[in-house]
């Protein structure tokens, strides 16, 4: 069966400080790979997708990048965070097809100080 | 559209009362929905899913239904229990795409 992975769990960061969020898959390949952005008590931000390796899009222009070095792992990275950069990170898989269900993470909850 | 910078509306159901939880979408080219359950703290859980050559799918307690018409999307969850309670979440997607559309989120509230 398949699995995602998010590390860390929690994180405090303190502003202008770089990041690098972890989310790896496991039991299938060549997954979709998503990053969201969720502040507290809101809905899903999709930030980046990927359909491939080192294949990655961006939905929202931000001091965010994205980088997919291998087929089953995500890396969400910063080089100066912001205090607006604060929030619930989720990374989730679907199948290498059009619109499917996808699969979440347990997310990384980020706090910028 | 994207669910952002939106708070989210609650409902109130009696525990044992079934719970019926509405999504408008909002492209009519959209054939694939799906419903998701996210508690506090934790990722998004996929409960149920219909593709848009059905207008009703029922799972365990749950059932989708969807009106093409109107673009509506309906969640019913019958005999609501207290591990209910979370935000729900539809979302749309294209069979032709790679990515899908969430809606903004309905938080469920049992009382006892």
């Known amino acids: 069966s398949q699995t995602i992975h998010q590390w860390p769990a929690t994180l405090v960061q303190p502003v202008g400080s770089p990041l690098s969020l972890e989310c790896t898959v496991e039991?299938?390949?060549?997954?979709?790979l998503y990053w969201y952005r969720q502040a507290a008590g809101r809905g899903l931000q999709l930030l980046f997708y990927?359909?491939?390796?080192?294949?990655i899009s961006s939905e929202v222009p931000q001091n965010l990048s994205a980088s997919r070095p291998q087929d089953r792992q995500f890396i969400l990275s910063s080089k100066k965070l912001l205090l607006s950069d604060s929030g619930f990170y989720l990374c989730?898989?679907?199948?290498?097809?059009?619109?499917?269900?996808?699969?979440f993470g347990p997310g990384t909850r980020l706090t910028v100080l | 559209g994207e669910s952002v910078g939106l708070h989210l509306p609650t409902l109130s159901v009696q525990e044992g009362d079934n719970s019926i939880i509405n999504c408008a979408y909002s492209?009519?080219?959209?054939?694939?929905f799906i419903w998701y359950k996210q508690e506090s703290g934790k990722g998004p859980q996929f409960i149920i899913d219909?593709?848009?050559?059905?207008d009703k799918r029922q799972g365990q307690r749950v059932t989708v239904l969807l009106n093409k018409t109107v673009k509506h999307l309906s969640l019913q969850i019958a005999a609501t229990q207290p591990g209910d309670s979370a935000v729900y979440f539809c979302?749309?997607?294209?069979?032709?795409?790679?990515?899908?559309?969430f809606g903004s989120g309905t938080r469920l509230s049992i009382r006892p």
């Open positions: 989730a898989w679907s199948p290498p097809r059009g619109a499917d269900t996808q699969y």
């Open positions: 039991g299938t390949s060549n997954p979709n």
């Open positions: 990927s359909v491939g390796i080192g294949q």
């Open positions: 492209n009519s080219a959209s054939d694939y």
């Open positions: 219909i593709r848009s050559n059905m």
């Open positions: 979302a749309e997607g294209r069979s032709s795409a790679s990515k899908i559309i």
